[in-house]
């Protein structure tokens, strides 16, 4: 599957070894999907934060180093857990084709956020 245009203009201003994985992502995948955030403002985070939908300002988003997947069944958005785990299978293995590692935050001890993916502090620290 390739990325509708939607997900192209959300991988605006990401990391390119980000972009990389996620548009091997696309082309292997078994469950279709969308990006529905890449690089953040400030703005946006703090709105986020506002709403509950996120607990920091020190998100990978704001440089350019996270990004939220939308599963897509039938074209339409869905947010079943199975299908981020099915989904975050390929992203990984996607990441692991291009040596590019990666966190997902389905994996995160606490909050569980089937959507995000991050390339890691440690080797990709903010500019």
Known sequence: M???????????????DLVR??????????????VTEGL????????????????TLR?????????????LVDGKVRWDWPLY????????????AEKVPLEWGGDWKTLKDGPHFQIPWAQYPAP
């Open 85 to 96: 785990e099915r989904l975050a299978a390929a992203v990984k293995l996607s990441a692991q």
């Open 40 to 55: 953040r403002t400030i703005e946006r985070q703090r709105q986020l934060m506002r709403a509950g939908a996120s607990q």
């Open 21 to 34: 994985v996620i548009r091997r992502a696309a082309a292997e995948s078994a469950v279709a999907f969308t």
């Open 59 to 71: 998100s990978r988003h704001l440089t350019g180093h996270a990004v939220d997947l939308a599963a």
């Open 2 to 16: 390739k990325l509708d245009a939607r997900a192209e203009r959300n991988l605006q201003g990401v990391h390119r």
